[in-house]
């Protein structure tokens, strides 16, 4: 198999957005009269949305009467303050560039909705160097069901046996293994709720960013 383009979870696997998260799920806290947490208790839930952020933050889920109100609080704060820390993983930019000179195309495909997908990768100037960007909104089912990837490979023009996907969550490697492209399972992100790491059948496991160079 060619490898023709590398596609990347967003939230915990091409960057670290638990910070700004954390901070806008601390917002939530202040604003009801509670002492924040620190970030760190935010980035093992980072990648489940405002459901696994308000979790942490305030202990209630998406049936709770006033989760809809704490949701629009943290997502408002949230889109105000998309870059404020957030940042490319350490040497996640090094293998960006590698892609780049090999000729090899890289993309997103996440579940965070377009309207904070793309000004964050235009705030952190990876609009104009991705391929591709696909957003759950814009399919009919989100990871892990296959049709962001199916989307993504439609636009690139390639089959999805020219991809590998990367992602933090077991749903980013189901989706991957549905679509039939190669999956690679990234150690360095925030590893959900899907189990061990090494139960979730992914082609491989890396370690750190600097590894993927290993795939070119």
């Known amino acids: 198999m060619t490898l023709r383009c590398m596609l990347f979870d ?3 696997t091409l960057v670290d957005t638990a910070p700004d998260l954390g901070h806008a799920a601390n917002f939530v806290r202040e604003s009801l009269g509670q002492a ?3 970030l760190a208790d935010y980035r093992p839930v980072a990648s489940a949305g405002a459901r696994g952020l308000l979790g942490k933050a305030l202990g209630i889920g998406p049936e709770h009467p006033d989760f809809p109100r704490h949701r629009d609080v943290f997502l408002d704060h949230y889109r105000a303050n998309l870059s404020r ?3 490319l993983f350490p040497q996640m930019d090094e293998a960006l560039r590698a892609m780049e000179r090999s000729g090899i195309r890289w993309g997103v495909v996440t579940n965070k909705p377009a309207w904070l997908t793309r ?3 235009a705030e952190l100037g990876l609009d104009s160097r991705s391929a591709v ?3 759950a909104d ?3 089912r989100p990871k ?3 049709d962001s990837l199916y989307k993504a490979c439609e636009m690139l023009g390639l089959a999805p046996t020219d991809c590998v996907y990367v992602g933090d969550d077991r749903r980013d490697i189901d989706a991957g293994r549905a679509a039939g492209m190669r999956t690679i399972a990234a150690d360095w992100g925030y590893l959900g709720e899907g189990g061990p790491i090494e139960g979730w059948g992914a082609d491989a496991i890396l370690r750190t960013p600097e590894e993927l160079q290993g795939w070119l």
Do not use: N, R
């Open 119 to 121: 000004p964050l990768m």
């Open 133 to 135: 960007t696909v957003s």
């Open 36 to 38: 924040p947490l620190p």
């Open 85 to 87: 820390a957030s940042c």
């Open 144 to 146: 892990p069901a296959p």
């Open 138 to 140: 814009e399919v009919a």
């Open 10 to 12: 967003l939230d915990g």
